[in-house]
């Protein structure tokens, strides 16, 4: 399934300022759908693990390349972590996630270029895709993993998901991750 035209326009000036500021990768429903699961989205996600990290400039160097801030709240910014931002020719909103170290840093790692449209960008590996949508545990999120689960489970590693969810349930102090992807598998 191809990812709409307004995504990749996005992505494409997406792609020039973060690759001048670190790694990074996509993820979220614009990923889902790399994957070639069917799913209905509105923006575009990706983390970077910003060097050196000057969110000031990268903003300004993003306001160069097309987008504008949607939040000017310093103090959210400083918060959450997200840089919250329109691509301005095509509407299409984009957030960009700081990387923190951990998880995250596993995810860079893992992360494997794929071609969309007429790009090749950093995506997030689908096991990790399918780690982060079930620790997101929104209804959408869960399906999205029960999709990627259906079209590339044959090729995913179920243990090493499945010991990542509980490194996470004790880190959190959860007990409900490993159970919810057990029934995504069950399902199949």
Not at 39 to 48: F, I, N, P, Q, W
Request: hydrophobic share 45%; glycine share 8%.
């Amino acid at each position: 399934m191809p990812i709409e035209p307004a995504a990749v326009e996005a992505l494409g000036a997406l792609a020039g300022v973060l690759s001048r500021w670190g790694h990074w990768y996509l993820f979220g429903a614009q990923a889902v759908v790399a994957y070639g699961v069917p799913r209905l989205s509105a923006d575009v996600d990706v983390t970077l693990r910003m060097s050196p990290e000057d969110p000031e400039r990268f903003a300004s160097q993003m306001g160069e390349a097309g987008f504008e801030l949607r939040i000017d709240d310093p103090d959210f910014l400083r918060r959450s972590r997200v840089l919250p931002f329109v691509h301005v020719a095509s509407g299409m909103p984009v957030d960009v996630v700081l990387a923190g170290s951990g998880l995250e840093d596993a995810f860079l790692e893992r992360a494997r270029p794929l071609d969309i449209g007429r790009l090749r960008i950093p995506t997030i590996h689908p096991e990790d895709l399918v780690i982060a949508k079930i620790l997101a545990g929104r209804p959408k999120d869960v399906e999205d993993a029960r999709g990627l689960w259906r079209a590339h489970g044959a090729s995913m590693d179920a243990s090493r998901i499945r010991s990542v969810l509980m490194e996470l349930e004790e880190a959190l102090g959860q007990s409900d991750l490993t159970p919810a992807f057990d029934q995504i598998r069950s399902q199949r």
